[in-house]
């Protein structure tokens, strides 16, 4: 085989195809087209023979690069790959470039340099995988679960490779031993929670005071998030319901506002002419207390009693108008102290009132 230079070849046979086929070529024109095609031939390298490179590429296949240096190594593959390239395709190579990665590939294979060999000590290794297959998994959590078994799985392939490093070796050990340590990370016990959570979602959330309600929802929520972990341990479940515990208590029913209402329609009911004005004035400041506090959602107990007692004490402290009235033949004037339509609605203000202090702290008591 030579190497083929197509294009100019082709050039040159036009050229002598044109000079044989024109009449007027004269000998100069032939002798000039002859010694091009002498040059073109001269100028044709034999390829080189890559038999002995294929050969040698071929006793080599059997050298396994784990056994070497990485730098002697990568030499070596660099020229290897190049000779194996030339085997391929020889047809740009002539022989002194195939003699030439020979001597290449022969110099960098001599030149590799092996690994220092080294015992490889499996003895922790082997130690830990016998006492990780005679643990116990009982109540450890899931997460912990899988990657023991992982991790003691891939320990015993590593113990049974006869190539393994010691790197391999220390890796394998290192996992076992901190997915043993992690086998005390028991699943929690969230009996007590679930009980807790199970009343909280029992409740009427219309029936309490709203800011209450809403401070205790993400308490809840992250309880929930702890149910539905597996994975979950008994302390954070301690930490959540103690949150959760504290958020419970901390809840407060809505007041009865009833008895409230009631005496300040009592008061609307009443005729502000048949009272003197200290007296009545007394009440007006109360009534506008204790409005405030029945239109309040967030009024608690303790505020409704306030009012109530407040107000009861204004109705209670109520005086009726005196009224001037002069007998028939008479000049004296005497004086009433008020009607006695007034004085029974006054009563019966006092009344109510105490009647709903009474009910409120009968009420607190069995709270």
Not at 237 to 244: A, G, M, P, R, S
Not at 331 to 354: M, N, Q, R, W
Request: with cysteine; proline share 2%; glycine share 4%.
């Amino acid at each position: 085989m030579i190497n083929n230079e197509a294009a100019g070849e082709d050039d040159l046979l036009s050229k002598a195809d044109e000079v044989i086929n024109n009449e007027a070529a004269g000998e100069d024109d032939l002798f000039e087209i002859c010694n091009q095609i002498q040059e073109f031939l001269n100028g044709l390298v034999e390829c080189g023979n890559v038999n002995e490179l294929d050969a040698l590429v071929k006793d080599y296949s059997s050298l396994v690069e784990n056994e070497y240096t990485v730098d002697s190594w990568n030499v070596y593959k660099q020229v290897l790959d190049n000779a194996i390239a030339i085997i391929a395709d020889n047809s740009n190579s002539s022989q002194a470039d195939v003699d030439r990665v020979k001597d290449q590939l022969i110099n960098a294979k001599e030149k590799l340099v092996r690994k220092e060999e080294t015992t490889v000590n499996k003895t922790a290794l082997s130690i830990a995988i016998e006492m990780a297959e005679s643990a116990s998994l009982e109540n450890v959590v899931p997460v912990v679960v899988e990657e023991f078994n992982a991790a003691l799985e891939n320990a015993q392939t590593v113990n049974l490779n006869a190539s393994a490093t010691q790197a391999e070796v220390d890796n394998a050990f290192t996992r076992l031993a901190n997915a043993m340590h992690m086998l005390e990370f028991f699943k929690g016990n969230k009996e007590l929670l679930q009980k807790l959570v199970d009343q909280i979602n029992s409740l009427v959330e219309e029936q309490y005071i709203p800011s209450t309600w809403s401070t205790m929802l993400p308490a809840l929520q992250e309880a929930n998030g702890v149910l539905a972990d597996e994975n979950v341990m008994q302390e954070e479940v301690d930490e959540v319901y103690t949150e959760l515990v504290r958020a419970f208590i901390n809840l407060r029913l809505k007041p009865n506002k009833d008895l409230l209402a009631g005496l300040i329609n009592k008061v609307n009911e009443l005729n502000s002419a048949s009272y003197t004005a200290k007296t009545w004035a007394a009440v007006t400041n109360e009534v506008l207390s204790a409005k405030a506090v029945l239109n309040n959602p967030e009024a608690t107990r303790e505020e409704v009693e306030t009012v109530v007692s407040a107000l009861t004490k204004a109705l209670a402290g109520l005086e009726a108008r005196p009224v001037e009235t002069i007998k028939s033949g008479d000049t004296t004037v005497s004086v009433k102290t008020g009607d006695d339509s007034a004085i029974g609605a006054t009563a019966g203000l006092t009344v109510l009132g105490l009647i709903g202090l009474l009910f409120n702290r009968k009420k607190t008591h069995k709270e």
